[in-house]
């Protein structure tokens, strides 16, 4: 732990601070508890969270990133359909942190403050571009932003609902996902269509040019 920069020492200590945030909340007691169990020097550990608890938060949401990213790189997924590229990884980041459902309520509390809000959508926002990437989402038009807008959305309701799921096996959180994710998909379908459907029978520069030269 002291050969780490500080960069690196946030992660190493991000999941045993969200261990103590159970019962200590995210506070420095977590950092000091975190840092005793790691075998980190407390004070150098409190300097790698100079932000607080959002600081916190956030390594806690990035090591769920790189664990993600290195688990089920884009290769591992190429072979799944869309959906099971999706579900897979947000199944993947409901299981990196069962157990810490009491951290999860507090950290969704705390990024809901109206001064994280920025910060908290910026986050959001880089794990669901991450898993649209890693799913093999290419996409450079409006859709880049529409899917990881609804992405967000959804994972962020699943989140919710895994919060306070104390069915067996997490059972209400996966068929919520998978309702969620099916309803994404027939959505996607009926868009494709209408979109495709209208560039096969519709052409305005063909309409225009029929008003200016009119068939005979």
């Known amino acids: 732990m002291a050969d780490l920069t500080l960069d690196e020492l946030r992660l190493a200590l991000a999941p045993a601070i969200a261990d103590a945030a159970i019962f200590d909340g995210w506070s420095d007691a977590a950092v000091t508890a975190a840092a005793l169990e790691k075998g980190a020097d407390v004070d150098v550990a409190r300097l790698a969270f100079p932000g607080g608890a959002m600081d916190m938060i956030s390594a806690w949401i990035e090591t ?8 089920l790189p884009a290769e591992a997924l190429a072979q799944m359909p869309i959906r099971e590229r999706i579900r897979s990884l947000v199944q993947f980041r409901l299981d990196a942190i069962a157990g810490q459902e009491e951290a999860l309520k507090r950290a969704t509390a705390i990024m809901a403050m109206p ?8 986050m959001g926002w880089n794990s ?31 989140l919710a609902v895994f919060a306070d799921d104390n069915s067996d096996d997490k059972a209400k959180t996966k068929a919520f996902l998978d309702r969620r994710i099916e309803g994404v998909m027939k959505f996607e379908k009926v868009k494709a269509k209408w979109l495709n459907s209208e560039r096969e029978t519709f052409s305005m ?6 008003l200016r030269y009119p068939s005979r």
């Open 64 to 71: 769920v990133d790189n664990a993600m990213a290195e688990a």
């Open 115 to 122: 001064q994280n809000v920025s910060k908290s959508l910026k």
């Open 128 to 158: 669901a571009d991450l898993m649209w990437r890693l799913a093999g989402d290419t996409a450079t038009d409006y859709n880049h932003y529409t899917k990881r807008t609804i992405l967000g959305g959804i994972y962020t309701a699943t």
């Open 205 to 210: 520069s063909r309409f225009l040019g029929r």
